[in-house]
């Protein structure tokens, strides 16, 4: 059965101070990573997709990375407006279906 | 206006009822997904369609229906509801699969509670 784990399920920050998010994956046949964020009320907001381990994404302060078993959202220098829930998702081979990990609940104080 | 939205916003009904929840897009995407979200669960699949005239069941379909009524809607309905489907209830779409261009793009929520 397909699993997504993400942790620290939340993670409190102070603005400047950089940290990582970690998504694990138990998957047959990846066939892509998928980083979403979510503010309050609000429908999930795509970031990044990766598809292959050692590929690489960034987006302002935000970097995403895969591993075969994991992937991590590194968040440089975080700023309050960076405060959110980050989602990742799994892509099997077949069809478009995504399985998402329970996120991680960052806030980011001033 | 939004290419993904949904119709209610925020829904309290009581158990037995039947609620329908709507959703529309302007995305000319031909695959749509209803979602609920829990907290610490993430979000989990109900049902999908890749076009009109296919669908599918997802992880969690027990007690929802679907119908695709056209490209751009999608509706779930809940035919007596019960309390453990409070919750929040997403739509998304995507287009066609193909290789670089997978990703799935999410309405605004729709809350419901049931009492």
């Known amino acids: 059965e397909d699993q997504v784990t993400q942790s620290p399920e939340a993670l409190r920050l102070q603005e400047g101070e950089s940290s990582s998010l970690n998504c694990s994956y138990t998957?047959?046949?990846?066939?892509?990573l998928f980083w979403y964020r979510q503010d309050p009320g609000k429908g999930p907001e795509f970031l990044f997709t990766l598809y292959s381990a050692g590929e690489e994404k960034e987006k302002e302060r935000l970097k995403a990375t895969l591993t075969k078993k994991e992937s991590f959202l590194h968040i440089t220098a975080p700023k309050p407006e960076d405060s959110a829930t980050y989602l990742c998702a799994v892509r099997k081979a077949a069809g478009n279906k995504l399985t998402f990990g329970g996120g991680t609940r960052v806030l980011v104080k001033p | 206006d939004a290419d993904v939205t949904q119709t209610p916003r925020n829904r309290i009904t009581k158990t037995g009822k039947r609620i329908m929840l709507e959703c529309s897009q302007t995305?000319?995407?031909?695959?749509m997904y209803w979602y609920r979200q829990d907290p610490g669960l993430g979000l989990r699949l109900i049902y999908y369609?890749?076009?009109?005239?296919?669908?599918n069941k997802g992880e969690i379909s027990d007690g929802y229906s679907v119908s695709r009524q056209a490209q751009a809607k999608f509706s779930l309905s809940l035919e007596s509801a019960i309390p453990n489907q409070t919750a929040l209830y997403f739509c998304?779409?995507?287009?066609?699969?193909?290789?670089?261009?997978?990703?799935?793009?999410f309405g605004p929520g729709t809350r419901l509670t049931v009492l």
């Open positions: 998957v047959s046949g990846l066939r892509g």
């Open positions: 998304a779409t995507s287009v066609t699969d193909r290789v670089g261009n997978n990703e799935q793009f």
């Open positions: 369609s890749f076009d009109v005239k296919d669908i």
């Open positions: 995305k000319g995407h031909d695959r």
